[in-house]
């Protein structure tokens, strides 16, 4: 007899019941095993109990929000590794970059769209987990290039870019093309993908970035698009 796949469990953070029903039913439809909490209090009891694969995690709640939990989860030894797909109302940059920068590894702007979903959460399982380096306070390293690149392909997630460089892991990446405007994607925050950049020569790469922040008009005006270039 074939031994079954243990599901992959999500638990889900948010003060919305009817939010939170929404996402599960999606999640199961998919296969995941889902857990839910309406507070923060109720989500660290959760998933200390029942360690989730996944984290889906809203940020603005009453008393403690997301941006508190994120704090709490880098802290909890059990917690720290557990990726986390944030489901926020907050579409400004500023948030989007505090989210990423306490550990978020993906942000989906609400209303949320079942597609968008279901695409974070299996990219989020095909990605191995960050690799996190802790540097002395004064000493982080920091580093920016500006190098032309050319934008090979797009898919409802992001985009492939030829560049002679390669791009660490998770990177922030600031793109500036006209071709953008087509994809009404010239205020959006990219970040590159945990997949590995493909070496085409000794001085090129492919790299995959995905945009962080997809919302369901974006991925519509991507998709037609792509559709155009077929």
């Known amino acids: 007899m074939q031994k079954s796949k243990r599901l992959k469990t999500i638990l889900i953070i948010d003060d919305n019941e009817e939010v939170r029903n929404i996402i599960q039913k999606v999640l199961e439809s998919a296969g995941y095993s889902v857990l839910s909490a309406g507070n923060i209090q109720d989500a660290l009891e959760l998933a200390n109990e029942h360690i ?12 403690k929000g997301g941006f508190e939990f994120l704090e709490i ?23 989007i970059y505090r989210a990423v ?6 942000y989906l702007i609400k209303p949320i769209d079942a597609r968008i979903l279901i695409q974070k959460v299996r990219k989020a399982f095909r990605e191995k987990a960050p690799l996190f380096v802790s540097y002395p306070k004064n000493a982080m390293p920091v580093t920016q290039a500006h190098v032309n690149s050319k ?10 870019i030829e560049s002679p460089i390669k791009l660490a892991a998770s990177a922030n990446v ?6 953008l405007k087509k994809f009404a994607c010239t205020t959006c925050v990219f970040q590159r993908t945990q997949n590995d950049a493909k ?9 995959e970035v995905s945009i962080v922040g997809l919302s369901s008009t974006i991925m519509d005006r991507i998709h037609n698009t792509v559709k155009e270039w077929k």
């Open 52 to 63: 989730p694969h996944l984290i889906i995690l809203d940020l603005v709640m009453p008393e």
């Open 199 to 207: 070496m085409v020569n000794s001085s090129t790469y492919v790299n």
């Open 151 to 160: 934008i090979l392909l797009a898919n409802e997630t992001g985009f492939f």
């Open 101 to 106: 920068k306490l550990g978020t590894n993906d």
């Open 73 to 95: 989860k880098k802290q909890l030894t059990k917690l720290a590794h557990i990726p986390v797909l944030v489901a926020s109302v907050l579409k400004n940059k500023e948030s």
């Open 174 to 179: 600031n793109i500036q093309s006209d071709l």
